[in-house]
């Protein structure tokens, strides 16, 4: 069972640099999500997508774009990379986008480091 | 400032000893979730709370939803070097198309 597939694990950019964080799901969700995780920050949300053709912002969207051209992936973009970029990457998905009676499947997570 | 402020931040005990981690918000929540993350995974869903004062018990784990739905805590009675790792509390609200809010994290140590 592949449930949510993150790539890559690892990556560095240099500052300035573009490039495109890929997340795949196999279990036909309609919600899905992308966090970013700092120390003492928890996970802050991103963008999230309700569904295909469907995506909002979170709470830290600034340089960072996302579509959903298909039920199944929801890739992040990163412009312009720059240090404060620097974390790790969660995507989630999930049968609807609620707490309460789902749970939500996250990735194992994307490291990055910008330079 | 975040909407879930965890405390405490970090927590080292000795193994068979009780601790409580406290999540605490000034918002209400339709539903709140504990998660557990171990190092290089993505959180683990622990459990769901969704009625004010609801206790819920996971083997040696007791969760409790606060009666007005705004804070939450986890207790661990008899920790093991096995609970050791990340907890975090997420609630559910009608902000950001109640998708979850994460707290900033309780990072427990368990010493044998």
């Known amino acids: 069972n592949a449930g949510v597939t993150q790539t890559p694990k690892f990556q560095v950019l240099k500052t300035g640099q573009s490039m495109t964080l890929q997340c795949a799901q196999d279990?036909?969700?309609?919600?899905m999500s992308w966090y970013r995780q700092d120390p003492g920050m928890g996970l802050r949300l991103i963008h999230y997508?309700?569904?295909?053709?469907?995506?909002d912002q979170g709470e830290v969207p600034n340089g960072y774009n996302v579509s959903r051209s298909t039920t199944e992936d929801f890739p992040l973009r990163l412009l312009s990379a720059a240090p404060s970029q620097t974390s790790v990457y969660f995507c989630?998905?999930?049968?609807?986008?609620?707490?309460?009676?789902?749970?939500?499947?996250f990735g194992e997570g994307s490291w990055l480091t910008v330079v | 400032t975040q909407l879930l402020e965890q405390s405490p931040q970090f927590l080292s005990i000795q193994e068979g000893e009780n601790l409580t981690v406290y999540c605490n918000s000034s918002?209400?929540?339709?539903?709140l979730q504990w998660y557990r993350q171990e190092p290089g995974e993505g959180p683990v869903l622990l459990v769901t709370?969704?009625?004010?004062?609801e206790v819920k018990k996971l083997k040696r784990l007791t969760f409790q939803f606060g009666d007005a739905r705004k804070d939450s805590s986890l207790h661990i009675t008899a920790a093991q070097p096995g609970d050791t790792g990340l907890y975090l509390c997420?609630?559910?609200?009608?902000?950001?198309?109640?998708?979850?809010?994460f707290g900033g994290g309780t990072r427990l140590m368990v010493k044998p």
């Open positions: 989630a998905s999930s049968y609807n986008g609620r707490g309460s009676g789902n749970t939500i499947y």
């Open positions: 279990m036909n969700h309609e919600y």
């Open positions: 997508s309700v569904g295909a053709g469907i995506t």
């Open positions: 918002s209400v929540f339709s539903s």
């Open positions: 709370v969704v009625t004010g004062g």
């Open positions: 997420a609630g559910s609200a009608l902000r950001a198309g109640n998708m979850l809010t």
